[in-house]
């Protein structure tokens, strides 16, 4: 069955940087946009960030424009979210989704990774 599982959340510091990664199996990963949602405690799901199916575009939410980073690997199955000048508002648990319709309803999550960002 499709499975995404997402890597590479942990704690840092603010201004600091990770990269999350979310590989996918089961399904013809290029045939999906992916993307990155975040939901803080208490909080609604919302987007961070989406990239095309070929990942020639890409879309980001306000709140993480500039820098936040999204890219993809067809040939490896993964989708990738390089995190900079990290702050403490970006702490939150990030999934990864896909969809081959529209974002107002996934096809597919991951379990979540979580990220901390101290100050």
């Known amino acids: 069955q499709v499975q995404l599982v997402e890597s590479g959340g942990g704690l840092v510091q603010a201004g600091g940087s990770l990269r999350l990664s979310c590989a996918a199996s089961?399904?013809?990963?290029?045939?999906?946009?992916m993307g990155w949602f975040r939901q803080a405690p208490g909080l609604e799901r919302v987007f961070v960030a989406s990239?095309?199916?070929?990942?020639?575009?890409?879309s980001y939410g306000d709140s993480v424009k500039g820098r936040f980073t999204i890219s993809r690997d067809n040939a490896k199955n993964t989708v990738y979210l390089q995190m900079n000048s990290l702050k403490p508002e970006d702490t939150a648990v990030y999934y990864c989704?896909?969809?081959?319709?529209?974002?107002?309803?996934?096809?597919?999550w991951g379990q979540g990774t979580q990220v901390t960002v101290s100050s």
């Open positions: 989704a896909s969809t081959r319709v529209a974002w107002v309803r996934p096809d597919y």
């Open positions: 089961g399904l013809t990963f290029s045939s999906y946009a």
């Open positions: 990239i095309s199916r070929s990942g020639a575009f890409t």
